[in-house]
C-alpha cells in the first residue's frame, strides 16, 4: 500500500532558527516527489518537485533533498521567520498520476 | 493568489442534501484536480481531469462525481451527504500532465453538513 509519513506531527522553534522536516515514503513506482506548504485556511502553495534523479532542489531558504534508494525526503528550513508557520505537506506522486499525501508537520515559529 | 478560483468559499447544508462545488483553473491550465481536507485526513485526492476527460481517480466516494467543461471550468457534485462529508473542498490545477508540473491550489471551498 502506497504510504507517506511525515514527522514530527509539530514543531515548535524560535524565529531565525533551522529546522528540518521529514519525510518517509513507500510508493512505487515513483514519478516525484513535492513539498508544499500550506497556510491556516488557505490552499497549498508548491515549494519543490524533485524526481528520481534529482537529490537537492532549493527555493530560497527552503531545501528539499531526496535520496530514492532509502525512500526518505526531507525539507530545510534556514533562518526561519514567523510567516514559515504552517503546515508542510509531503505529496509523493506515482504511477497512474496517483497521488499519495503525508498529513503535514504543523511548524510553529515563535518570536 | 495562484490564479484559481473557487466558489462558494464557505456552504453549509444538511444530511443527505445535494451541493455543487465550481472550480475555474488557471488561465491556459488544463487539468484539474478535487481535493479533499479533513482535519483528520490530511489531502484526500479525489478525482483529476485533463481537458474535458477524467484522467485519474482517487478516493472518491460513489456519491461524489466531477466533471470538466469545455471551458475547462470544473465543478464537484457531492450528494447524499453525510456528517463525515464536512471538509475543506481544494480545486487544484496544472498546465499539462508532465511529472515536473506544480500543481496550483485554489482557496478552497469549506462544506459544513449539519
Not at chain 1, 38 to 67: C, H, W
Not at chain 2, 91 to 106: L, V
Amino acid at each position: 500500500k502506497n504510504q507517506v509519513e511525515q514527522s514530527p506531527q509539530s514543531l515548535i522553534i524560535l524565529e531565525g532558527k533551522n529546522c528540518t522536516l521529514q519525510c518517509n515514503y513507500t510508493v512505487s513506482p515513483f514519478s516525484n516527489l513535492r513539498w508544499y506548504k500550506q497556510d491556516t485556511g488557505r490552499g497549498p502553495v508548491s515549494l519543490t518537485i524533485m524526481t528520481f534523479s534529482e537529490n537537492t532542489k532549493s527555493n530560497g531558504r527552503y531545501t528539499a533533498t531526496l535520496d530514492a534508494d532509502t525512500k526518505q525526503s526531507s525539507l530545510h528550513i534556514t533562518a526561519s521567520q514567523l510567516s514559515d508557520s504552517a503546515s508542510y505537506i509531503c505529496v509523493v506522486k506515482g504511477g497512474y498520476s496517483t497521488l499519495t499525501f503525508g498529513k503535514g508537520t504543523m511548524l510553529l515559529v515563535s518570536p | 493568489d495562484s490564479g484559481v478560483t473557487q466558489t462558494p468559499k464557505h456552504l453549509i447544508t444538511a444530511t443527505g442534501q445535494r451541493v455543487t462545488l465550481r472550480c475555474s483553473p488557471r488561465s491556459g491550465d488544463l487539468s484539474v484536480y478535487w481535493y479533499q481536507q479533513s482535519l483528520d485526513q490530511g489531502l484526500q485526492f479525489l478525482i483529476q481531469y485533463y481537458n474535458g476527460e477524467e484522467r485519474a481517480k482517487g478516493n472518491i466516494l460513489e456519491r461524489f462525481s466531477a466533471q470538466q467543461f469545455p471551458d475547462l471550468h470544473s465543478e464537484l457534485n457531492l450528494s447524499s451527504l453525510e456528517l463525515g462529508d464536512s471538509a475543506l473542498y481544494f480545486c487544484a490545477s496544472s498546465r499539462e500532465e508532465g511529472p515536473q508540473r506544480a500543481q496550483y491550489f485554489g482557496p478552497g471551498t469549506r462544506l459544513l453538513v449539519l
